[in-house]
């Protein structure tokens, strides 16, 4: 079974501070008499439940179209902590090359701070070569911290960060992650449907 851990793209969802709003448009309806139903879209990249490349803050940096879809799907852990702080201790001694999907207390509760991660932590996801990161809230980053030092990290070595991302009805252990992301030609991020399966 597929629990689907993708945020809905809608009216009003909170984006970036900064970043395009997501708007969503009836051009043509076939309720009003049109021969068939359009709709248009606009939002940025890092709309909703979406993943970074390394473009995003790396010169040169691989492009979200670049990667296979084996390259974001695989075998993954969901860590879950009780702080929405996340630390080298939450990782434990973590098997190298997993995906590690972080469900904090941001899961049960929106209004809550956004959670980020240390730097130490990013430093030790890299030595321990974690494919993907993955957490539950707009950004790994403290979001008043304006180095990003998480993001230069994480995508300084090449690995790329699903962000926003629906854990409440997700499980902590092992799953599979299942991660489609829009293909967009030298784009930095794009919005993604995400999935997991209990393994």
Do not use: Q
């Not at 945020?7 to 970043?19: A, H, M, S, T, W």
């Not at 950004?139 to 990290?153: E, Q």
């Not at 070595?157 to 092992?174: F, K, Q, T, V, Y």
């Not at 299942?178 to 293909?183: A, E, H, I, V």
């Amino acid at each position: 079974m597929l629990i689907d851990i993708t945020k809905k793209l809608e009216k009003g969802i909170y984006v970036y501070p900064g970043d395009p709003e997501f708007s969503s448009n009836r051009i043509c309806d076939t309720a009003n008499g049109d021969v068939c139903t359009v709709t248009e879209l606009s939002f940025g990249t890092h709309t909703g439940t979406h993943i970074d490349a390394p473009a995003h803050f790396i010169i040169g940096g691989r492009t979200i179209g670049s990667y296979s879809l084996d390259e974001l799907c695989g075998k993954a852990v969901i860590i879950e902590t009780s702080s929405p702080i996340i630390t080298k201790d939450d990782m434990g001694d973590i098997e190298e090359g997993l995906i590690l999907l972080f469900k904090t207390p941001c899961s049960s509760d929106s209004s809550l701070p956004n959670a980020v991660m240390t730097a130490e932590a990013a430093e030790y996801a890299v030595k321990r070569k974690v494919r993907l990161i993955g957490i539950d809230c707009m950004s790994a980053d403290d979001m008043s911290d304006d180095g990003f030092p998480v993001h230069r990290v994480l995508l300084g070595a090449g690995i790329p960060i699903l962000e926003n991302l629906d854990l409440s009805n997700a499980p902590s252990g092992e799953c599979r992650l299942l991660c489609f992301p829009l293909k967009i030609t030298g784009a930095e991020a794009a919005p993604v449907r995400a999935a997991i399966e209990i393994i």
